[in-house]
């Protein structure tokens, strides 16, 4: 869109800009963060309609929050780090004036009470909230396919998910509706998506980030974490939301700034590889070429790559999908139609409206996973399966501080394919796969990153790498993926996204097997 004031037209290109260039661009005059919210929401009227990240748009607070910024710009006063650029949260996150869905029937009418840390924070470092994306039901999910508002389309291919639970945050992004969104992890649902959409998306180490105001899945794995088109962007949004809140008593003190060594490269890192992870079997070949790839360029640079070994990386599928049920089966129990959720109507006793409400309101993968929490919670199965599954969390954790002790990150793949198509997974256990290589890390507690490496030469479709850094040492991974991201031309954005695209054809850009550029292979030496 081009936003005109007299004389003067001014493109705001939300697809095209990065956070600090809209914040730039504000300071320098070129436009208001009121010219911003204009631009921002005219792409999603024209776009929204096919991809449908959105599920509730929120106007009034996006120009209240540019007003905000253009009167602090006119009073002459430092603007704030986000200042101006759009963003929009999952709707798990609650936010005074929006409703908070988490895309199930059982919360379509609940009105947010309070606002949520991460949420809070992102405004008050000057964002503009655009509204709250689409989600599988209650972070349910790899795909998005089973919000009860219909499913999310990834802007790379409409007839392809975009990957889940934070499949509309991580479309809006790639879409070019908005520049930072935000995601919640608990076992890949920032980073699955965000390589299906060929763009960065990071789950912080347990704790960064206040969880505060975040409707639970997974208490002991959740994280929130940001989508952006470059590191940079997300390593301005991380900025923005850690540090200690006093509501959440998981969430640490953090003093590092994530920008501070964007540039710094990797020569004399050492970089971990796991053999048993990236061997996998049911990997696409176009998904370990990329591994390959994205190794050999981190030599490029200067990086030492190093094997490590995570002996029981194995068992990270079976304890999560016994722990994350288990948590599942807990946090949704308050939603008994009494005091929140759907209530089914006509209903004689007290103890038929619960059962009822709680049958009709939760969809089939939410029912699927309170019923195996309830059972693995039972006298017998607790003992046989809980009780193992955190002992093999423990020593999942222990393989990751031993392997940390002789690299500064380990690099593998994020997702074991690219995007499929809608319908095309229709065995739970086929999908749960989907989350192979990123569950290890909600397990353990430490930080990832899925980071874009072009695209694959067989399908032609966004494929991303993961790098995962020791606990509370996240900056080690902005460094290694800010180097990585130099030894790649990509499009950070899916072709529908460009200006002046006609089709979804997607143009040549970095594919995966293709030589990289000498000069960026360099890292700018």
Not at 88 to 100: I, L, P, R, S, Y
Not at 292 to 315: S, Y
Not at 492 to 501: D, E, F, K, L, T
Request: charged residues 20%; aromatic residues 8%.
């Amino acid at each position: 869109m081009v936003v005109t004031r007299g004389d003067a037209p001014m493109p705001v290109d939300i697809a095209a800009l990065s956070a600090a260039q809209i914040r730039a661009g504000i300071i320098a005059g070129r436009f208001s963060a009121h010219d911003v919210a204009d631009a921002a929401y005219a792409v999603i009227a024209t776009r929204d309609t096919d991809i449908h990240a959105f599920l509730e748009l929120t106007p009034s607070l996006a120009y209240a929050a540019a007003e905000r910024v253009d009167a602090a710009k006119e009073a002459g006063e430092e603007l704030p780090s986000l200042a101006g650029v759009p963003v929009a949260f999952k709707d798990n996150m609650n936010q005074v004036g929006t409703k908070t869905t988490c895309g199930s029937k059982m919360l379509a009418n609940y009105d947010s009470l309070f606002t949520a840390t991460a949420v809070e924070r992102m405004v008050d470092a000057g964002a503009l909230p655009l509204g709250k994306l689409n989600m599988d039901e209650f972070a349910f999910g790899s795909s998005t396919e089973t919000s009860f508002f219909g499913p999310t389309h990834n802007p790379w291919d409409l007839e392809r998910v975009p990957g889940g639970s934070s499949g509309g945050s991580a479309a809006a992004v790639a879409g070019g509706l908005a520049t930072i969104t935000l995601g919640s992890d608990t076992g890949g649902s920032i980073r699955q998506p965000a390589s299906f959409c060929g763009i960065v998306g990071y789950k912080p180490t347990y704790g960064l980030v206040s969880r505060y105001g975040i409707v639970a899945f997974g208490s002991s794995l959740d994280q929130v974490g940001p989508f952006g088109k470059t590191v940079e962007d997300v390593a301005l949004a991380t900025n923005a939301l850690v540090g200690r809140d006093e509501r959440d008593c998981t969430s640490q003190d953090c003093g590092t700034d994530f920008t501070a060594n964007l540039h710094a490269g990797v020569r004399g890192m050492r970089i971990g590889v796991v053999t048993s992870m990236n061997d996998a079997p049911g990997v696409q070949p176009e998904v370990v070429a990329a591994l390959h790839e994205a190794v050999e360029n981190l030599k490029g640079l200067g990086a030492e790559v190093v094997e490590v070994d995570l002996p029981h990386i194995t068992a990270a599928m079976s304890a999560y999908y016994v722990i994350g049920p288990c948590e599942a089966f807990s946090n949704l129990s308050r939603f008994d139609s009494v005091r929140y959720g759907y209530r089914e109507p006509g209903c004689e006793l007290l103890s038929s409206q619960e059962s009822l409400s709680r049958a009709v309101g939760f969809g089939e993968e939410a029912k699927r996973r309170i019923l195996l929490g309830s059972y693995l919670l039972s006298s017998g199965p607790y003992e046989e399966y809980y009780v193992p599954a955190q002992k093999v969390r423990t020593l999942i954790t222990r393989d990751f501080v031993r392997a940390f002790g002789s690299v500064d990150v380990i690099i593998s793949p994020t997702s074991p394919r690219a995007a499929f198509k809608f319908g095309e997974i229709s065995d739970p256990a086929t999908m749960y796969l989907s989350d192979l290589f990123t569950i290890a890390i909600n397990i353990a507690g430490n930080g990832g990153m899925s980071l874009p490496v072009g695209l694959g030469r067989d399908t032609g479709l966004p494929v991303s790498v993961q790098l995962i850094g020791p606990q509370f040492r996240d900056e080690n991974i902005f460094q290694a993926a800010a180097a990585l991201e130099t030894c790649y031309r990509i499009e950070h954005v899916a072709p529908m996204a460009r200006p002046g695209a006609v089709s979804r054809v997607v143009e040549p850009v970095m594919t995966i097997g293709s030589p990289t550029p000498p000069a960026t292979m360099k890292g700018g030496e």
